[in-house]
Structure formats: C-alpha cells, structure tokens
C-alpha cells in the first residue's frame, strides 16, 4: 500500500515480490556464466564476467528502486539518489497538465497507461507497485478521468509463477555449477 500523511501525500514502491522475482531471474540467467566460461576455456576470463555481472545486478537494483510520489500538485516518478544520475532521471507531471490517460497495447496483447500532457508529451503510469488500486483512485482524484477500467499490465500470480520456475532454474544452475567444478572437471 501507499504510505501516507496528513500532506496527501502517497507513496509507492515497486512490489517486492516483483523486485524479489526479477532480482533471482538474473541470478538464475546469469549466475553459472563465469563457471561455464572457467570450465570450457572461454575467450572471455571469468572475472570479466564477474564484473559484468556485478555491474548488472548494481544497475537492475537501480531500476527496481522506483518509486511514485502522489502529491496534492502532480505526480512524480523517481529512482534512487545513487543510480538516477546514470540509468534514470524520472519525471513529475502536475494534475493540472494531465489532459488524458489513454491506453496503448503492447508487442505482447497487454495494455498499458499513459498520461497524456497539455505539451501532448506522454507519461507511462507506473503499474508495478504496491497499492496500484489505491494509485489510479489517486489520479482519478486529482485528474477527474475515470479510471475504473485500468488495471495493472500483470498480475501477481504472473510474477508467482515466474518466481517459482525462476528458483527451478536456480537449482539446475547450481547443479550445473557442481558438475562443472566436481571432480574430473576441465577446470
């Protein structure tokens, strides 16, 4: 849910079961890379791989340190301190700059939300966080525009499932990881 004051002011985050389902899919895509390229001789040192992966996971925290601030004057989208300067500045738009909210489908049938400024610069509405339903009451709130047919691109059972055959992958890269250090291993 949104946090808020006696300043109408709410915030939210992206939900941690999508930060948590994001995060040990890169671990599971990623993870064996540095062990398989130790064990087959690849061109590319492991280190390297390392490095790369540390920098990635760095940038993807980044990315999942979003956060939606609902104010009496606008909305404002924002990321950490310590990675917005690099990967992502974020917005604000004021209510009275917001003209419409109009959908668009994506590559894969979905739909999702942009507000539409008097400028005619679209804002993607941020669906991933905690408390959605209680954001778009938000903005109908402030805005007028009816907001009763927009619902989140994907549902938590979606990230669930996704979860769950994640932590399968994980356990197939472990097991690979073992194989590829055990005994007799080209290492």
């Known amino acids: 849910m949104g946090e808020q004051n006696d300043n109408e002011i709410d ?7 999508i930060r948590l389902t994001l995060l040990i899919l890169y671990i599971a895509l990623t993870f064996p890379l540095p062990f398989l390229a130790e064990a087959t001789d690849a061109p590319v040192p492991s ?9 990635g996971a760095i940038a993807l925290t980044g990315v999942l340190s979003e956060r939606v601030v609902l104010d009496p004057i606008g909305i404002t989208v924002s ?6 300067w690099l990967l992502r500045r974020g917005w604000t738009l004021p209510w009275a700059e917001v003209v419409a909210l109009k959908p668009r489908s994506t590559g894969q049938g979905g739909l999702v939300y942009y507000f539409l400024s008097k400028a005619g610069e679209g804002f993607l509405l941020p669906m991933r966080v905690v408390g959605f339903n209680q954001l778009v ?19 938590p059972w979606m990230y669930l499932i ?26």
């Open 137 to 155: 009451q938000r903005v109908q709130k402030q805005t007028g525009i009816d907001t009763r047919g927009v619902i989140p691109l994907a549902q």
């Open 162 to 187: 996704l979860l769950g055959f994640s932590g399968l992958l994980l356990l197939v890269d472990l097991w690979v990881v073992l194989v590829a250090l055990g005994p007799g291993a080209p290492v």
């Open 47 to 55: 280190v390297a791989l390392w490095i790369g992966l540390g920098l």
């Open 11 to 17: 915030v939210f985050r992206i939900s941690p079961l």
């Open 79 to 84: 990321y950490a301190p310590w990675i917005s």
